[in-house]
C-alpha cells in the first residue's frame, strides 16, 4: 500500500478545507453590514399637486438590544423617521438617501403605508416602485391610513415597539385576522396584474398612544373607493373563510348571545343562464363557541340551541346581503367573485367586461351555523 508523504497530505488537506469555503453558509455580500441601514417601515403620501412624500422608518442603533442594568435604555424611543418628497417616487427615493449616511436596505421591511391621498390614485404605480427591489420581502403587510403618515410612524407608541415589528406581530395573531384582514405585498401585486379581484387593505391609525387596526379600505381598479368598519370586515373575514373570530347575535327583547372561535367555510359557485345573466351561489356553513349570554343561562336546552342557531344564520346571511350591497355598489371585488368566474367560464372571462357585469350579478346566500359548544361546564 502506497503510503501519502507528509507533505503531500498537507497539501491534499489545505485544498479540502479551501473548497469548504464554497459551501458554507454564511452573510455574504458585496456590501458590509455596517454600511447599511435597515428601513422597518416605509410610507407613501401624494399633496394636492401631484407631488409624491416617501418616508422610511428606523431603528435606533442599540436601543433593540436586552437593556443594560442601571440604563433608561429600555424607554428611550426605538425609531427614527426621515422624509423626501419630488415629483417621482424615484427622485424621492434619491432625496431619502441623500438624508442617510448609510445605504437603506429595505430586507427586513415588515409594512408599507398608504395615505388616503396616495391610495386614491392609481395604488400601482406606487407599489410599482418597492415591488422592483429584490430585497423587498413579499410578505410585507400593505395598509391605509387617514392620519398624517409622519407623525403616525414617527410617534413612540405605549409598546415601544418600532412600527413595522409592531404590525407584524399584530397579523401572527390569528384572532386579530378577522379585525384587519392582512394582504402581502406579493398578492396585492398579484390581485392588480391578473385583474380577477380588488385588493382590500387593513386600516390604521392612531389611538391612546399606540396604534388601532380595524378596518378595511376597499379598492375598485385599484383605487380607494370606500371602507368596511369593523364590523363588516368580520363579514368579510367570514366569507373568506376566517379561522378564528368573534360574533354576536341578538335575540328576541333586547337579549344577546356571542361566540369567540367562531369558523367559517364558504363554497362559491358562479352560474351563467342562456341569457348571459351571471349569478353566484353562496354556501357559508359557520361553527362558534358561546362565551357570552345575557341574560346569562344556567343550562341551554336543545330547543334554546335552535333558536340560537336559527337566529345566527339568519344574521350573518343579513350581513353578508348587506356587505355584497355595498361592495357592488363600489365595485368592489373584494371577496374575488372574478376569480371564479374565470375559472369556471374562461371563454366568457375573455369576452366580457368583468367591470361591467360584477355590479349587476345575482348572489344567492345559504347559511348554516353549529354551536361547537355551549361554554359551560354543567
Not at 125 to 142: A, E, H, M, Q, W
Request: a neutral charge.
Amino acid at each position: 500500500m502506497e503510503v501519502i508523504p507528509p507533505v503531500r497530505s498537507k497539501i491534499i488537506l489545505a485544498l479540502l478545507l479551501s473548497l469548504t469555503v464554497f459551501f458554507i453558509v454564511g452573510c455574504w455580500d458585496v456590501q458590509e453590514i455596517n454600511r447599511r441601514v435597515s428601513t422597518n417601515a416605509l410610507f407613501f403620501d401624494v399633496d394636492s399637486t401631484g407631488k409624491i412624500r416617501m418616508g422610511t422608518v428606523f431603528s435606533v442603533p442599540g436601543t433593540l438590544l436586552p437593556p443594560v442594568i442601571g440604563t433608561q435604555q429600555q424607554f428611550e424611543k426605538r425609531n427614527y423617521l426621515i422624509t423626501a418628497e419630488d415629483t417621482s417616487i424615484t427622485d424621492a427615493w434619491s432625496k431619502l438617501q441623500a438624508k442617510s449616511e448609510r445605504d437603506i436596505f429595505f430586507g427586513q421591511l415588515r409594512a408599507i403605508v398608504l395615505t388616503e391621498n396616495a391610495a386614491r390614485g392609481d395604488i400601482n404605480n406606487l407599489l410599482d416602485f418597492i415591488g422592483r427591489i429584490p430585497s423587498v420581502p413579499p410578505n410585507t403587510v400593505v395598509l391605509v391610513t387617514k392620519d398624517d403618515p409622519k407623525e403616525l410612524l414617527d410617534m413612540k407608541n405605549e409598546s415601544n415597539n418600532i412600527p413595522g415589528n409592531y404590525i407584524d406581530l399584530f397579523f401572527q395573531t390569528p384572532t386579530k385576522e378577522t379585525l384587519a384582514i392582512p394582504i402581502d405585498l406579493w398578492r396585492v401585486l398579484a390581485q392588480m396584474d391578473n385583474k380577477t379581484s380588488d385588493p382590500h387593505l387593513p386600516l390604521i391609525k392612531a389611538s391612546e398612544g399606540s396604534y388601532d387596526i380595524s378596518g378595511t379600505a376597499l379598492f375598485s381598479d385599484n383605487h380607494l373607493v370606500g371602507e368596511l368598519d369593523l364590523e363588516e370586515t368580520k363579514t368579510l373575514a367570514l366569507l373568506k373563510g376566517s379561522s378564528s373570530g368573534y360574533l354576536t347575535v341578538p335575540l328576541k327583547n333586547g337579549e344577546y348571545v356571542a361566540f369567540k372561535d367562531v369558523k367559517a367555510k364558504s363554497v362559491i359557485t358562479p352560474k351563467l343562464d342562456d341569457n348571459g345573466k351571471v349569478a353566484f351561489g353562496i354556501t357559508t356553513k359557520v361553527t362558534g363557541v358561546i362565551v357570552e349570554t345575557n341574560p346569562r343561562k344556567m343550562e341551554l336546552t336543545e330547543e334554546d340551541k335552535r333558536i340560537i342557531s336559527s337566529h345566527a344564520e339568519m344574521e350573518i346571511q343579513n350581513k353578508i346581503g348587506n356587505l355584497f350591497i355595498k361592495l357592488q355598489s363600489l365595485n368592489s371585488d373584494a371577496v374575488g367573485l372574478g376569480e371564479k368566474f374565470r375559472v369556471k367560464y374562461p371563454g366568457e372571462w375573455q369576452k366580457e367586461n368583468w367591470r361591467q357585469i360584477y355590479p349587476n350579478c345575482l348572489i344567492n346566500m345559504e347559511t348554516r351555523f353549529i354551536i361547537a359548544r355551549t361554554g359551560l361546564f354543567r
